[in-house]
Nanobody
Framework: QVQLVESGGGLVQAGGSLRLSCAASGRSFSINAMGWYRQAPGKQRELVAAITSGGSTNYADSVKGRFTISRDNAKKTVYLQMNSLKPEDTAVYYC??????????????????WGQGTQVTVSS
């Protein structure tokens, strides 16, 4: 299965930006939909963005207009550009692949594999 390593998190002030990267290994990356999730302390893991193999994207309402998911299949990497960050965006961010994804409904079945994630902290 695909191995995933997240990076790019850090500490930023409200209104700032970060770009997260998810480096993948394995041959399935180019054909599977990918998603970014986040989990804040005491809260459920939440799907915030998804992208299909063809480049169609979907977002949670809380991040629409601020976050952009993209992928580079040649580099086997998926990105999450986060702008206009808010303190409520503070969480550990994870990427994962979908074996099945339904873009019309923003629903899918993710892999059982989870990487270590990358911490995003938004201050002020």
């Amino acid at each position: 299965q695909v191995q995933l390593v997240e990076s790019g998190g850090g500490l930023v002030q409200a209104g700032g930006s970060l770009r997260l990267s998810c480096a993948a290994s394995g041959r399935s990356f180019s054909i599977n939909a990918m998603g970014w999730y986040r989990q804040a302390p005491g809260k459920q893991r939440e799907l915030v963005a998804a992208i299909t193999s063809g480049g169609s994207t979907n977002y949670a309402d809380s991040v629409k207009g601020r976050f952009t998911i993209s992928r580079d299949n040649a580099k086997k990497t998926v990105y999450l550009q986060m702008n206009s960050l808010k303190p409520e965006d503070t969480a550990v961010y994870y990427c994962n692949e979908f074996s099945h994804y339904y873009s019309d409904y923003f629903e899918g079945t993710p892999s059982d594999y989870w990487g270590q994630g990358t911490q995003v902290t938004v201050s002020s």
